[in-house]
Nanobody, 125 residues
Framework: QVQLVESGGGLLQAGGSLRLSCAASGRTFSSYNMGWFRQAPGMERDIVAAINWNGRITYYADSVKGRFTISRDNAKNTVYLQMNSLKSEDTAVYYC??????????????????WGQGTQVTVSS
């Protein structure tokens, strides 16, 4: 089992940058593909980015391509989401999630087994 704790959210103006971190417990972090999702009020929880177990394969939603970067440090049991050029439409609760390693990166929330509690990101225009 994996426990996930996000940090790094906050309130900032459009155009700014923020880095989210997700610390995982356990000694098998490198056995999991990881994802960042976000959920705005009244909306579904959507994929933002995903990364495979060794960090060599990544996926980004079209809305964040070129602005967000997902990375991981298996030695620190941590996955990151660097967010640049933030827009008001990026405002949401951001969640990290883990799914057991597979050959494909999953982009739907239902395929992920473990979730953090979420961290709020608010971007003012």
């Amino acid at each position: 089992q994996v426990q996930l704790v996000e940090s790094g959210g906050g309130l900032l103006q459009a155009g700014g940058s923020l880095r989210l971190s997700c610390a995982a417990s356990g000694r098998t972090f490198s056995s999991y593909n990881m994802g960042w999702f976000r959920q705005a009020p009244g909306m579904e929880r959507d994929i933002v980015a995903a990364i495979n177990w060794n960090g060599r394969i990544t996926y980004y939603a079209d809305s964040v391509k070129g602005r967000f970067t997902i990375s991981r440090d298996n030695a620190k049991n941590t996955v990151y989401l660097q967010m640049n050029s933030l827009k008001s439409e990026d405002t949401a609760v951001y969640y990290c999630a883990a799914t057991r390693m597979s050959g494909s990166l999953y982009t739907t929330a239902a395929r992920y087994d473990y979730w953090g509690q979420g961290t709020q990101v608010t971007v003012s225009s």
